[in-house]
Protein backbone atom coordinates (compact mmCIF):
# COMPACT_ATOMS: atom_id res chain seq x y z
CA UNK A 1 0.00 0.00 0.00
CA UNK A 2 1.61 3.24 -0.94
CA UNK A 3 1.32 6.02 1.60
CA UNK A 4 -1.60 8.26 -0.54
CA UNK A 5 -3.62 4.92 0.31
CA UNK A 6 -2.71 5.21 3.54
CA UNK A 7 -4.37 8.48 3.72
CA UNK A 8 -2.21 11.15 2.41
CA UNK A 9 0.94 10.47 5.21
CA UNK A 10 3.09 13.49 3.20
CA UNK A 11 6.11 15.67 3.96
CA UNK A 12 5.95 18.97 5.15
CA UNK A 13 5.77 22.22 3.23
CA UNK A 14 8.17 24.54 2.96
CA UNK A 15 7.39 27.81 5.48
CA UNK A 16 7.65 31.15 3.40
CA UNK A 17 8.75 32.99 6.29
CA UNK A 18 11.46 30.34 7.57
CA UNK A 19 15.54 31.28 8.05
CA UNK A 20 16.18 28.38 5.86
CA UNK A 21 14.03 29.80 3.15
CA UNK A 22 14.83 28.09 -0.40
CA UNK A 23 16.22 25.00 1.46
CA UNK A 24 13.62 22.74 2.66
CA UNK A 25 12.88 22.68 6.03
CA UNK A 26 12.40 19.35 7.97
CA UNK A 27 9.38 18.01 10.03
CA UNK A 28 10.84 14.95 12.29
CA UNK A 29 8.30 13.95 14.99
CA UNK A 30 9.76 11.73 18.23
CA UNK A 31 7.98 9.18 19.77
CA UNK A 32 8.62 9.41 24.35
CA UNK A 33 8.12 7.17 26.08
CA UNK A 34 8.39 7.62 30.25
CA UNK A 35 9.48 5.25 32.34
CA UNK A 36 10.72 5.23 36.16
CA UNK A 37 14.09 6.37 36.66
CA UNK A 38 16.63 3.06 35.19
CA UNK A 39 19.08 3.95 37.25
CA UNK A 40 18.19 3.34 40.42
CA UNK A 41 20.17 0.92 42.33
CA UNK A 42 18.71 -2.91 42.15
CA UNK A 43 18.05 -3.31 45.93
CA UNK A 44 15.56 -0.38 45.22
CA UNK A 45 14.02 -1.90 42.29
CA UNK A 46 10.43 -3.61 43.48
CA UNK A 47 7.57 -5.25 41.21
CA UNK A 48 4.26 -5.58 41.72
CA UNK A 49 3.86 -9.46 40.95
CA UNK A 50 -0.26 -8.90 40.92
CA UNK A 51 -0.09 -6.00 38.50
CA UNK A 52 2.84 -7.40 37.17
CA UNK A 53 4.58 -4.07 36.91
CA UNK A 54 7.58 -2.28 38.77
CA UNK A 55 6.16 -0.41 41.86
CA UNK A 56 7.02 3.49 41.02
CA UNK A 57 7.64 4.40 45.06
CA UNK A 58 9.54 7.95 45.14
CA UNK A 59 11.81 7.41 42.29
CA UNK A 60 11.35 9.80 39.64
CA UNK A 61 9.60 9.62 35.66
CA UNK A 62 12.04 10.40 32.85
CA UNK A 63 12.16 9.72 28.98
CA UNK A 64 13.20 6.08 28.40
CA UNK A 65 16.95 6.02 27.94
CA UNK A 66 17.19 5.76 23.95
CA UNK A 67 13.75 7.50 23.22
CA UNK A 68 15.68 10.29 24.92
CA UNK A 69 18.89 9.71 22.25
CA UNK A 70 16.21 9.93 19.58
CA UNK A 71 15.23 13.24 20.32
CA UNK A 72 18.56 14.32 20.51
CA UNK A 73 19.52 13.15 17.02
CA UNK A 74 15.71 14.90 16.13
CA UNK A 75 16.78 17.91 17.45
CA UNK A 76 20.52 17.73 15.64
CA UNK A 77 19.16 17.37 12.44
CA UNK A 78 16.95 20.38 13.26
CA UNK A 79 19.64 22.92 14.25
CA UNK A 80 21.48 21.64 10.35
CA UNK A 81 18.21 21.90 8.01
CA UNK A 82 15.86 24.44 9.73
CA UNK A 83 12.47 22.54 10.87
CA UNK A 84 10.39 21.79 13.54
CA UNK A 85 10.57 18.94 16.17
CA UNK A 86 7.26 17.16 17.66
CA UNK A 87 7.65 15.02 20.84
CA UNK A 88 4.52 12.87 21.24
CA UNK A 89 3.64 10.42 24.35
CA UNK A 90 1.26 8.00 25.44
CA UNK A 91 0.67 8.42 29.07
CA UNK A 92 -1.85 10.04 32.12
CA UNK A 93 -1.64 13.50 33.06
CA UNK A 94 1.87 13.20 34.24
CA UNK A 95 3.22 12.44 30.63
CA UNK A 96 3.42 16.03 30.66
CA UNK A 97 6.22 15.61 32.70
CA UNK A 98 8.55 14.30 30.25
CA UNK A 99 7.02 16.34 27.03
CA UNK A 100 7.96 19.82 29.27
CA UNK A 101 11.94 17.75 29.48
CA UNK A 102 11.56 17.49 25.52
CA UNK A 103 10.87 21.09 24.96
CA UNK A 104 13.53 22.02 26.93
CA UNK A 105 16.04 19.68 25.26
CA UNK A 106 14.71 21.26 21.98
CA UNK A 107 11.55 20.01 20.89
CA UNK A 108 9.55 22.89 19.07
CA UNK A 109 5.66 21.55 19.86
CA UNK A 110 4.52 18.57 21.91
CA UNK A 111 1.41 16.38 22.08
CA UNK A 112 0.19 14.16 25.18
CA UNK A 113 -2.11 11.21 24.08
CA UNK A 114 -4.22 10.70 26.95
CA UNK A 115 -7.56 8.56 27.28
CA UNK A 116 -8.92 5.88 30.15
CA UNK A 117 -8.90 3.93 27.07
CA UNK A 118 -4.89 3.92 25.67
CA UNK A 119 -3.95 2.28 28.58
CA UNK A 120 -4.84 -1.48 27.91
CA UNK A 121 -3.65 -2.02 24.74
CA UNK A 122 -0.82 -3.39 24.00
CA UNK A 123 1.91 -2.48 21.31
CA UNK A 124 -0.32 -3.33 18.58
CA UNK A 125 -2.88 -1.10 19.77
CA UNK A 126 -0.13 1.87 21.09
CA UNK A 127 0.78 1.82 17.22
CA UNK A 128 -2.81 2.34 15.90
CA UNK A 129 -2.92 5.28 18.73
CA UNK A 130 0.35 6.65 17.06
CA UNK A 131 -0.32 6.69 13.52
CA UNK A 132 -3.86 8.39 14.38
CA UNK A 133 -1.92 11.59 16.24
CA UNK A 134 0.42 11.07 12.97
CA UNK A 135 -2.57 11.51 10.88
CA UNK A 136 -4.11 14.44 12.63
CA UNK A 137 -0.48 16.28 12.69
CA UNK A 138 -0.66 15.97 8.90
CA UNK A 139 2.58 16.49 7.47
CA UNK A 140 6.29 15.22 8.67
CA UNK A 141 9.37 13.85 7.32
CA UNK A 142 10.69 11.71 9.74
CA UNK A 143 9.22 9.46 12.62
CA UNK A 144 12.02 8.33 15.09
CA UNK A 145 11.71 6.48 18.03
CA UNK A 146 14.10 5.03 20.49
CA UNK A 147 15.40 1.07 19.86
CA UNK A 148 13.52 -0.16 22.65
CA UNK A 149 11.57 1.06 26.17
CA UNK A 150 14.01 0.79 29.13
CA UNK A 151 11.26 -1.18 31.06
CA UNK A 152 9.64 -3.81 29.22
CA UNK A 153 12.61 -3.66 26.15
CA UNK A 154 10.11 -5.26 23.56
CA UNK A 155 11.56 -2.51 20.64
CA UNK A 156 8.53 -3.18 18.07
CA UNK A 157 6.87 0.21 18.18
CA UNK A 158 8.87 1.50 15.75
CA UNK A 159 8.55 -1.43 13.10
CA UNK A 160 5.49 -2.04 13.95
CA UNK A 161 4.63 1.57 13.14
CA UNK A 162 6.40 1.53 9.87
CA UNK A 163 4.27 -1.26 8.42
CA UNK A 164 1.23 1.07 9.88
CA UNK A 165 1.77 3.85 8.49
CA UNK A 166 3.56 1.82 4.72
CA UNK A 167 6.82 4.01 4.86
CA UNK A 168 11.02 2.77 4.79
CA UNK A 169 12.11 1.57 8.26
CA UNK A 170 15.46 1.88 9.11
CA UNK A 171 16.25 0.22 12.55
CA UNK A 172 19.06 0.85 15.12
CA UNK A 173 20.80 4.22 13.56
CA UNK A 174 22.72 6.70 15.30
CA UNK A 175 22.72 10.02 12.84
CA UNK A 176 19.70 11.09 10.29
CA UNK A 177 20.84 13.75 7.75
CA UNK A 178 17.68 15.16 6.00
CA UNK A 179 18.34 16.30 2.68
CA UNK A 180 16.11 17.89 0.15
CA UNK A 181 13.65 14.75 -0.47
CA UNK A 182 16.11 12.19 0.86
CA UNK A 183 18.13 10.99 4.89
CA UNK A 184 21.40 9.67 4.81
CA UNK A 185 21.55 7.29 7.97
CA UNK A 186 24.71 6.53 9.89
CA UNK A 187 23.82 2.81 11.47
CA UNK A 188 26.71 1.78 13.33
CA UNK A 189 27.69 -2.14 12.78
CA UNK A 190 30.05 -4.29 14.63
CA UNK A 191 33.19 -2.62 13.96
CA UNK A 192 31.94 0.16 11.93
CA UNK A 193 29.18 1.64 10.93
CA UNK A 194 27.20 1.86 7.07
CA UNK A 195 25.85 4.90 5.69
CA UNK A 196 22.14 4.38 4.41
CA UNK A 197 19.66 6.66 2.20
CA UNK A 198 16.11 5.87 2.42
CA UNK A 199 13.18 8.47 0.39
CA UNK A 200 11.48 11.02 2.75
CA UNK A 201 9.13 10.37 4.87
CA UNK A 202 10.81 7.45 7.19
CA UNK A 203 10.57 5.35 10.37
CA UNK A 204 14.36 5.14 12.09
CA UNK A 205 14.43 3.45 15.53
CA UNK A 206 17.78 5.11 17.30
CA UNK A 207 20.42 3.37 18.92
CA UNK A 208 22.95 5.17 21.06
CA UNK A 209 26.95 6.49 20.57
CA UNK A 210 29.09 9.41 20.94
CA UNK A 211 27.38 11.12 18.68
CA UNK A 212 23.95 11.21 19.98
CA UNK A 213 24.48 11.87 23.68
CA UNK A 214 21.43 13.69 25.16
CA UNK A 215 21.97 17.28 25.71
CA UNK A 216 21.20 18.31 29.27
CA UNK A 217 18.54 21.48 29.05
CA UNK A 218 19.77 24.61 30.61
CA UNK A 219 17.31 25.68 33.98
CA UNK A 220 16.47 28.72 31.51
CA UNK A 221 14.70 26.32 29.46
CA UNK A 222 13.56 24.22 31.81
CA UNK A 223 11.71 27.06 32.96
CA UNK A 224 10.56 28.51 29.75
CA UNK A 225 9.23 24.98 29.17
CA UNK A 226 7.34 24.39 32.10
CA UNK A 227 5.38 27.68 31.06
CA UNK A 228 3.90 25.99 27.99
CA UNK A 229 0.89 24.35 28.21
CA UNK A 230 0.89 20.80 26.89
CA UNK A 231 -2.00 19.90 24.26
CA UNK A 232 -3.81 16.83 24.69
CA UNK A 233 -5.57 14.65 22.44
CA UNK A 234 -7.98 12.06 23.35
CA UNK A 235 -8.94 9.00 21.51
CA UNK A 236 -12.33 10.77 20.33
CA UNK A 237 -9.86 13.67 18.82
CA UNK A 238 -7.85 11.41 17.08
CA UNK A 239 -10.35 9.43 15.80
CA UNK A 240 -9.24 6.08 17.27
CA UNK A 241 -11.02 3.39 19.45
CA UNK A 242 -8.36 2.11 21.76
CA UNK A 243 -10.67 -0.54 23.41
CA UNK A 244 -9.77 -3.57 25.37
CA UNK A 245 -9.09 -5.73 22.93
CA UNK A 246 -7.50 -9.74 23.16
CA UNK A 247 -3.80 -8.55 23.48
CA UNK A 248 -1.44 -10.50 20.89
CA UNK A 249 1.85 -9.93 23.37
CA UNK A 250 0.69 -10.80 26.92
CA UNK A 251 3.01 -10.34 29.87
CA UNK A 252 1.58 -13.48 32.02
CA UNK A 253 4.49 -13.24 34.88
CA UNK A 254 7.14 -10.77 36.22
CA UNK A 255 9.45 -11.68 38.80
CA UNK A 256 13.28 -10.67 40.26
CA UNK A 257 15.40 -13.78 39.56
CA UNK A 258 17.20 -14.85 42.91
CA UNK A 259 21.05 -14.77 42.49
CA UNK A 260 22.05 -17.09 44.51
CA UNK A 261 25.78 -16.68 43.67
CA UNK A 262 28.41 -16.61 46.35
CA UNK A 263 31.66 -15.11 45.37
CA UNK A 264 34.03 -17.46 46.48
CA UNK A 265 37.17 -15.42 46.60
CA UNK A 266 40.60 -16.53 45.88
CA UNK A 267 43.27 -16.21 48.17
CA UNK A 268 47.29 -15.45 47.94
CA UNK A 269 49.93 -13.71 49.63
CA UNK A 270 50.10 -11.13 47.19
CA UNK A 271 48.25 -9.79 44.01
CA UNK A 272 50.38 -11.58 42.04
CA UNK A 273 50.05 -15.02 43.84
CA UNK A 274 46.21 -14.51 43.82
CA UNK A 275 46.78 -13.22 39.47
CA UNK A 276 48.50 -17.30 39.52
CA UNK A 277 45.90 -18.83 42.11
CA UNK A 278 43.34 -17.23 39.72
CA UNK A 279 44.48 -19.21 36.29
CA UNK A 280 45.02 -22.01 38.57
CA UNK A 281 41.38 -21.94 39.30
CA UNK A 282 40.29 -21.43 36.10
CA UNK A 283 41.87 -24.30 34.59
CA UNK A 284 40.39 -26.59 36.77
CA UNK A 285 37.12 -25.67 36.25
CA UNK A 286 37.97 -26.21 32.75
CA UNK A 287 37.27 -22.28 31.94
CA UNK A 288 40.06 -21.46 30.34
CA UNK B 1 2.60 -31.36 10.09
CA UNK B 2 3.02 -27.63 11.41
CA UNK B 3 6.67 -26.77 11.87
CA UNK B 4 9.08 -24.26 13.28
CA UNK B 5 10.23 -21.85 11.46
CA UNK B 6 14.30 -20.53 11.72
CA UNK B 7 15.12 -17.49 9.68
CA UNK B 8 18.80 -17.23 8.76
CA UNK B 9 20.11 -14.67 6.65
CA UNK B 10 24.00 -15.81 4.93
CA UNK B 11 26.05 -13.33 3.94
CA UNK B 12 29.66 -13.20 2.15
CA UNK B 13 31.09 -14.32 5.65
CA UNK B 14 28.83 -17.73 5.54
CA UNK B 15 26.33 -18.75 8.28
CA UNK B 16 25.88 -16.34 11.53
CA UNK B 17 26.44 -18.64 14.47
CA UNK B 18 22.85 -17.63 15.59
CA UNK B 19 21.35 -19.65 12.93
CA UNK B 20 22.74 -22.77 14.41
CA UNK B 21 21.98 -21.63 17.85
CA UNK B 22 18.33 -20.99 16.80
CA UNK B 23 18.36 -24.63 15.11
CA UNK B 24 19.18 -25.83 18.50
CA UNK B 25 16.28 -23.96 19.82
CA UNK B 26 13.90 -24.86 17.28
CA UNK B 27 15.01 -28.50 18.42
CA UNK B 28 14.35 -28.03 21.98
CA UNK B 29 10.86 -26.81 21.21
CA UNK B 30 10.26 -29.77 19.59
CA UNK B 31 10.88 -31.70 21.75
CA UNK B 32 8.11 -29.95 23.87
CA UNK B 33 5.48 -30.16 21.64
CA UNK B 34 6.27 -32.85 19.64
CA UNK B 35 5.73 -34.23 16.59
CA UNK B 36 7.09 -30.86 14.37
CA UNK B 37 9.64 -30.08 11.59
CA UNK B 38 12.20 -27.84 11.87
CA UNK B 39 12.46 -25.59 8.95
CA UNK B 40 14.89 -23.08 7.81
CA UNK B 41 14.17 -20.07 5.91
CA UNK B 42 17.96 -19.56 4.28
CA UNK B 43 18.37 -15.82 2.27
CA UNK B 44 21.04 -14.77 1.05
CA UNK B 45 23.74 -14.51 -2.09
CA UNK B 46 25.44 -18.00 -2.21
CA UNK B 47 22.77 -19.10 0.85
CA UNK B 48 22.92 -22.47 -0.76
CA UNK B 49 26.33 -23.10 0.22
CA UNK B 50 25.15 -22.84 4.16
CA UNK B 51 22.31 -25.56 3.71
CA UNK B 52 23.70 -28.91 4.93
CA UNK B 53 25.74 -27.41 7.92
CA UNK B 54 22.29 -26.03 9.05
CA UNK B 55 20.76 -29.91 8.30
CA UNK B 56 24.33 -31.47 10.09
CA UNK B 57 22.80 -29.58 13.07
CA UNK B 58 19.54 -30.16 13.55
CA UNK B 59 17.41 -28.77 10.58
CA UNK B 60 14.85 -31.25 8.46
CA UNK B 61 14.54 -28.96 6.05
CA UNK B 62 15.67 -25.82 4.67
CA UNK B 63 14.47 -23.63 2.36
CA UNK B 64 16.84 -21.92 0.19
CA UNK B 65 16.15 -18.03 -1.36
CA UNK B 66 19.62 -16.75 -3.09
CA UNK B 67 19.85 -13.49 -4.18
CA UNK B 68 22.37 -10.82 -4.33
CA UNK B 69 19.26 -8.48 -3.54
CA UNK B 70 19.18 -10.53 -0.32
CA UNK B 71 20.97 -7.74 1.54
CA UNK B 72 20.84 -7.01 5.53
CA UNK B 73 19.60 -3.44 4.91
CA UNK B 74 17.22 -4.72 1.86
CA UNK B 75 14.50 -5.13 4.63
CA UNK B 76 11.45 -5.03 2.32
CA UNK B 77 12.93 -7.57 0.07
CA UNK B 78 13.65 -9.92 3.18
CA UNK B 79 10.01 -9.68 4.10
CA UNK B 80 8.71 -10.57 0.70
CA UNK B 81 9.96 -13.47 0.62
CA UNK B 82 9.26 -14.78 4.36
CA UNK B 83 6.03 -13.82 3.55
CA UNK B 84 6.11 -16.48 0.52
CA UNK B 85 7.83 -18.96 2.73
CA UNK B 86 5.43 -19.17 5.71
CA UNK B 87 2.36 -18.81 3.31
CA UNK B 88 3.95 -22.09 2.25
CA UNK B 89 4.95 -24.30 5.08
CA UNK B 90 2.37 -22.22 7.68
CA UNK B 91 4.50 -22.71 10.68
CA UNK B 92 3.69 -22.29 14.05
CA UNK B 93 6.61 -20.72 15.21
CA UNK B 94 9.21 -18.23 13.74
CA UNK B 95 12.39 -17.54 15.49
CA UNK B 96 15.11 -14.68 14.70
CA UNK B 97 17.95 -13.22 16.06
CA UNK B 98 17.83 -10.44 17.88
CA UNK B 99 20.30 -8.97 16.05
CA UNK B 100 19.73 -5.82 13.69
CA UNK B 101 18.06 -7.58 11.39
CA UNK B 102 15.89 -9.97 12.95
CA UNK B 103 14.74 -7.06 15.19
CA UNK B 104 13.39 -5.06 12.45
CA UNK B 105 11.91 -7.73 10.15
CA UNK B 106 10.56 -10.03 13.44
CA UNK B 107 8.11 -6.98 14.67
CA UNK B 108 7.34 -5.91 10.81
CA UNK B 109 6.17 -9.58 9.98
CA UNK B 110 4.31 -9.94 13.26
CA UNK B 111 2.54 -6.60 12.38
CA UNK B 112 1.53 -8.19 8.88
CA UNK B 113 0.91 -11.63 10.26
CA UNK B 114 -1.44 -9.84 12.95
CA UNK B 115 1.02 -12.40 14.64
CA UNK B 116 2.06 -11.63 18.71
CA UNK B 117 5.41 -11.74 18.94
CA UNK B 118 8.51 -11.80 22.22
CA UNK B 119 11.82 -9.91 21.39
CA UNK B 120 15.31 -10.70 23.50
CA UNK B 121 13.90 -13.99 24.77
CA UNK B 122 16.60 -16.26 26.67
CA UNK B 123 14.13 -19.38 27.01
CA UNK B 124 10.82 -20.73 27.21
CA UNK B 125 8.70 -23.24 29.04
CA UNK B 126 5.50 -25.09 28.29
CA UNK B 127 2.79 -24.34 30.16
CA UNK B 128 1.31 -27.63 31.29
CA UNK B 129 -2.19 -26.88 30.99
CA UNK B 130 -2.50 -24.12 28.40
CA UNK B 131 0.39 -26.40 26.16
CA UNK B 132 1.39 -22.94 25.45
CA UNK B 133 4.80 -22.26 25.12
CA UNK B 134 5.78 -19.07 28.01
CA UNK B 135 9.04 -17.26 26.52
CA UNK B 136 11.39 -16.04 28.69
CA UNK B 137 12.98 -12.15 28.85
CA UNK B 138 14.91 -9.92 30.67
CA UNK B 139 12.92 -6.98 31.19
CA UNK B 140 13.67 -3.81 33.06
CA UNK B 141 17.80 -3.92 32.00
CA UNK B 142 17.80 -7.40 33.56
CA UNK B 143 16.69 -5.81 37.11
CA UNK B 144 13.35 -8.64 36.17
CA UNK B 145 12.63 -11.52 34.26
CA UNK B 146 9.70 -11.75 32.51
CA UNK B 147 7.15 -14.71 31.62
CA UNK B 148 5.11 -13.75 28.21
CA UNK B 149 3.03 -14.86 25.39
CA UNK B 150 1.83 -14.23 22.04
CA UNK B 151 -0.88 -14.95 20.79
CA UNK B 152 -2.45 -14.83 17.09
CA UNK B 153 -2.03 -17.43 13.77
CA UNK B 154 1.56 -17.69 14.37
CA UNK B 155 4.17 -16.83 17.89
CA UNK B 156 7.38 -15.00 16.63
CA UNK B 157 10.08 -15.06 18.78
CA UNK B 158 13.80 -13.23 19.23
CA UNK B 159 16.66 -14.81 20.66
CA UNK B 160 19.50 -13.48 21.90
CA UNK B 161 22.72 -14.75 20.61
CA UNK B 162 24.18 -17.14 23.23
CA UNK B 163 20.86 -18.53 24.72
CA UNK B 164 21.51 -21.87 23.21
CA UNK B 165 24.70 -23.59 22.43
CA UNK B 166 23.97 -25.43 18.83
CA UNK B 167 23.81 -28.68 18.31
CA UNK B 168 26.83 -30.74 17.86
CA UNK B 169 27.57 -31.29 14.45
CA UNK B 170 26.77 -34.65 12.73
CA UNK B 171 27.42 -35.21 9.15
CA UNK B 172 25.90 -37.83 8.30
CA UNK B 173 22.21 -36.18 9.46
CA UNK B 174 20.25 -36.32 6.22
CA UNK B 175 17.33 -33.06 5.30
CA UNK B 176 15.62 -31.82 2.65
CA UNK B 177 16.91 -28.52 0.80
CA UNK B 178 14.76 -27.05 -1.34
CA UNK B 179 15.64 -24.44 -3.61
CA UNK B 180 12.81 -21.19 -3.72
CA UNK B 181 11.81 -19.57 -6.78
CA UNK B 182 11.96 -15.40 -5.90
CA UNK B 183 11.40 -13.03 -8.26
CA UNK B 184 12.63 -9.66 -6.47
CA UNK B 185 12.04 -6.04 -8.25
CA UNK B 186 15.11 -4.14 -6.58
CA UNK B 187 13.22 -1.13 -6.72
CA UNK B 188 11.01 -2.48 -3.97
CA UNK B 189 13.68 -1.95 -1.56
CA UNK B 190 13.43 1.72 -0.57
CA UNK B 191 16.93 1.72 1.44
CA UNK B 192 20.43 2.07 -0.37
CA UNK B 193 23.82 1.02 1.31
CA UNK B 194 26.01 4.02 0.44
CA UNK B 195 29.24 3.22 1.70
CA UNK B 196 30.28 0.78 4.24
CA UNK B 197 33.13 1.07 6.93
CA UNK B 198 34.46 -1.44 8.65
CA UNK B 199 37.79 -1.60 10.91
CA UNK B 200 39.66 -4.53 9.64
CA UNK B 201 39.81 -6.30 13.61
CA UNK B 202 42.44 -9.14 14.81
CA UNK B 203 40.47 -11.93 16.71
CA UNK B 204 37.43 -12.44 17.66
CA UNK B 205 34.32 -10.52 17.90
CA UNK B 206 33.03 -9.59 21.28
CA UNK B 207 29.23 -11.06 19.88
CA UNK B 208 31.15 -13.87 19.31
CA UNK B 209 33.46 -14.35 21.87
CA UNK B 210 33.17 -17.11 24.36
CA UNK B 211 35.26 -15.65 26.93
CA UNK B 212 35.31 -11.44 27.25
CA UNK B 213 37.61 -9.71 29.43
CA UNK B 214 36.74 -6.24 30.51
CA UNK B 215 37.84 -3.09 31.95
CA UNK B 216 36.23 -0.30 33.93
CA UNK B 217 37.10 3.14 35.44
CA UNK B 218 39.27 1.49 37.88
CA UNK B 219 41.73 0.74 34.49
CA UNK B 220 42.90 4.33 34.84
CA UNK B 221 43.50 5.18 31.14
CA UNK B 222 43.95 3.91 27.60
CA UNK B 223 46.75 2.14 28.01
CA UNK B 224 45.97 0.19 30.49
CA UNK B 225 43.79 -2.25 28.27
CA UNK B 226 46.16 -3.23 26.16
CA UNK B 227 47.14 -5.88 29.00
CA UNK B 228 43.62 -6.92 28.75
CA UNK B 229 44.42 -7.27 25.07
CA UNK B 230 47.26 -9.58 25.60
CA UNK B 231 44.87 -11.47 27.73
CA UNK B 232 42.64 -11.52 25.04
CA UNK B 233 44.77 -13.11 22.80
CA UNK B 234 45.97 -15.72 25.12
CA UNK B 235 42.43 -16.97 26.26
CA UNK B 236 41.09 -16.20 22.55
CA UNK B 237 38.92 -14.10 23.84
CA UNK B 238 37.71 -10.18 22.88
CA UNK B 239 37.95 -7.11 25.30
CA UNK B 240 35.23 -4.97 26.38
CA UNK B 241 34.76 -1.83 28.73
CA UNK B 242 32.07 -1.00 31.38
CA UNK B 243 30.36 2.54 30.45
CA UNK B 244 33.26 5.21 31.49
CA UNK B 245 35.55 4.12 29.33
CA UNK B 246 33.93 4.17 26.72
CA UNK B 247 32.41 7.66 27.70
CA UNK B 248 36.30 8.99 28.31
CA UNK B 249 37.25 7.73 25.20
CA UNK B 250 39.49 5.33 26.25
CA UNK B 251 37.85 2.77 24.08
CA UNK B 252 35.45 2.82 21.12
CA UNK B 253 31.95 3.16 22.25
CA UNK B 254 32.05 -0.77 20.01
CA UNK B 255 33.63 -2.21 23.12
CA UNK B 256 30.58 -1.05 25.59
CA UNK B 257 28.68 -3.98 27.18
CA UNK B 258 25.88 -2.72 29.23
CA UNK B 259 22.05 -1.72 28.82
CA UNK B 260 22.88 1.03 26.08
CA UNK B 261 25.66 -1.39 24.56
CA UNK B 262 26.36 -4.77 23.63
CA UNK B 263 24.05 -7.53 25.95
CA UNK B 264 26.32 -10.77 25.74
CA UNK B 265 26.23 -13.99 27.28
CA UNK B 266 29.84 -15.44 27.21
CA UNK B 267 30.60 -18.66 29.12
CA UNK B 268 33.60 -17.07 30.77
CA UNK B 269 33.41 -12.78 31.89
CA UNK B 270 36.56 -11.42 33.48
CA UNK B 271 35.32 -7.82 34.87
CA UNK B 272 38.40 -5.89 35.69
CA UNK B 273 38.37 -2.63 37.75
CA UNK B 274 34.51 -2.61 37.42
CA UNK B 275 32.61 -1.57 40.37
CA UNK B 276 29.17 -3.27 38.80
CA UNK B 277 26.84 -0.25 38.40
CA UNK B 278 23.43 -1.87 37.40
CA UNK B 279 23.87 -0.52 33.80
CA UNK B 280 26.60 -2.77 32.86
CA UNK B 281 25.30 -5.76 34.65
CA UNK B 282 22.41 -5.93 32.35
CA UNK B 283 25.09 -6.53 29.76
CA UNK B 284 26.27 -9.83 31.26
CA UNK B 285 23.22 -11.23 33.24
CA UNK B 286 23.14 -14.24 31.15
CA UNK B 287 27.21 -14.60 31.59
CA UNK B 288 27.88 -18.24 32.61
CA UNK B 289 30.64 -17.64 34.70
CA UNK B 290 31.31 -14.07 35.78
CA UNK B 291 35.26 -13.16 37.75
CA UNK B 292 35.70 -9.80 39.13
CA UNK B 293 38.60 -8.37 40.14
CA UNK B 294 38.74 -5.25 42.36
CA UNK B 295 40.71 -3.48 45.05
CA UNK B 296 36.93 -2.33 46.65
CA UNK B 297 35.76 -5.59 48.64
CA UNK B 298 32.28 -3.70 48.53
CA UNK B 299 32.09 -3.62 44.79
CA UNK B 300 28.30 -4.51 43.70
CA UNK B 301 30.10 -6.29 41.09
CA UNK B 302 31.07 -9.24 43.98
CA UNK B 303 27.27 -9.63 44.70
CA UNK B 304 27.16 -11.29 40.95
CA UNK B 305 30.42 -12.76 41.02
CA UNK B 306 31.21 -16.29 40.82
CA UNK B 307 35.04 -15.98 41.74
CA UNK B 308 36.91 -12.68 43.34
CA UNK B 309 39.81 -11.18 43.26
CA UNK B 310 40.35 -8.59 46.56
CA UNK B 311 43.55 -6.57 44.82
CA UNK B 312 45.30 -4.04 43.13
CA UNK B 313 44.80 -5.44 38.80
CA UNK B 314 48.29 -3.99 38.05
CA UNK B 315 49.57 -6.46 40.64
CA UNK B 316 47.02 -9.62 39.78
CA UNK B 317 46.43 -8.91 35.97
CA UNK B 318 50.57 -9.46 34.77
CA UNK B 319 50.65 -12.42 36.79
CA UNK B 320 47.49 -13.88 35.66
CA UNK B 321 48.55 -13.24 32.41
CA UNK B 322 51.63 -14.96 33.05
CA UNK B 323 50.25 -18.17 34.43
CA UNK B 324 47.55 -18.22 31.63
CA UNK B 325 50.36 -18.76 29.17
CA UNK B 326 51.68 -21.46 30.60
CA UNK B 327 48.39 -23.44 31.15
CA UNK B 328 47.17 -22.72 27.63
CA UNK B 329 50.11 -22.49 25.59
CA UNK B 330 49.24 -19.45 23.43
Redesign the interface.
Given at each position: MTNEEKGGIGRAAQPLNSPFAGRRTVHIVVCLKQIIDPEIAPSEFQIDPVCKEQIRGKHALVISTFDEHALEVAVQAKEKTGGKVTALTIAGEEGSEALHTALAIGADEVVLLSDPTFSDTDSFGKTRILAAALHKLGEFDAVLCGRQAGDVELGVTGPFLAEELGLPCIALVANIEPDRDRVRLRRPVENGYEILEAPLPFVATVTNDESNVPRLPTVRAIRAAVRKAVPIWTAEEIGVEAGPEAAKIELQELFIPKREVRCEFIGGKSGQEKGENLALRLRELTLI | MTGILVFSLASAEGLPRSSLELVAAAEQLREKLGDRIVQVALLGQGAESCAETLIHHGADEVLVASSPELQS?K??LILEVLEAVIERVSPAVVLFPAD?VG??IA??L???L???????CVGFELDAESRRI?WL?????G??????????PVQIATFRQRAFEPLPEDTSRQGKVQALQVELEPAMA????????????EGI???EAE?VISGGRGMGGPEAFSELETMAEI?QGAVGSSRPP?DS?WVP??KLIG??GKILSP??YIAVGISGA??H?AGIAAAK?????NKDEDA?I???????????W???????????RE??GN
Open positions: - | YTETGEPRAYRGAGIVTDRRPVYGKAMAYMVANGPVSLVEEVREEVSLDILAGHAQTNLPQMTIVAIPFKVAHLGVVDDRQVVPALIRACLV
